[in-house]
């Protein structure tokens, strides 16, 4: 059984910065690529970031580029996604995603892993 535990979500204005973390648990946490998605009110969840197994290969989408960063810790079992520059946009709850598949990517797949999520809120 995965878990994915996520954390560090809040309130910030506009301009801000809050960095967040994602414990997981239940397999070889380095094996399996990882990610970052996104629900606002009303709309549906898009993905935010990406990045594989060992961490050499990362993506974003287009509106986070520049401005977020992800990364993991393979020893500590996290996932990090650092958010600078925060927008009233950016306001949603973050979700953490996990690969079911050895090496797999989480972009463009319904069949992840999915934490609780973590509220963000940005006021401009």
């Known amino acids: 059984q995965v878990q994915l535990v996520e954390s560090g979500g809040g309130l910030v204005q506009a301009g801000g910065s809050l960095r967040l973390s994602c414990s997981a648990s239940?397999?070889?946490?380095?094996?399996?690529?990882m990610g970052w998605f996104r629900q606002a009110p009303g709309k549906e969840r898009e993905f935010v970031a990406a990045?594989?197994?060992?961490?050499?290969?990362?993506d974003y989408t287009d509106s986070v580029k520049g401005r977020f960063t992800i990364s993991r810790d393979n020893a500590k079992n996290t996932l990090y996604l650092q958010m600078n520059s925060l927008k009233p946009e950016d306001t949603a709850v973050y979700y953490c995603?996990?690969?079911?598949?050895?090496?797999?990517?989480?972009?463009?797949?319904?069949?992840?892993?999915w934490g609780q999520g973590t509220q963000v809120t940005v006021s401009s």
């Open positions: 995603a996990a690969s079911t598949l050895r090496g797999g990517s989480v972009r463009g797949r319904s069949d992840n892993y």
């Open positions: 990045i594989s197994w060992r961490g050499g290969t990362t």
């Open positions: 239940g397999r070889l946490f380095s094996n399996y690529g």
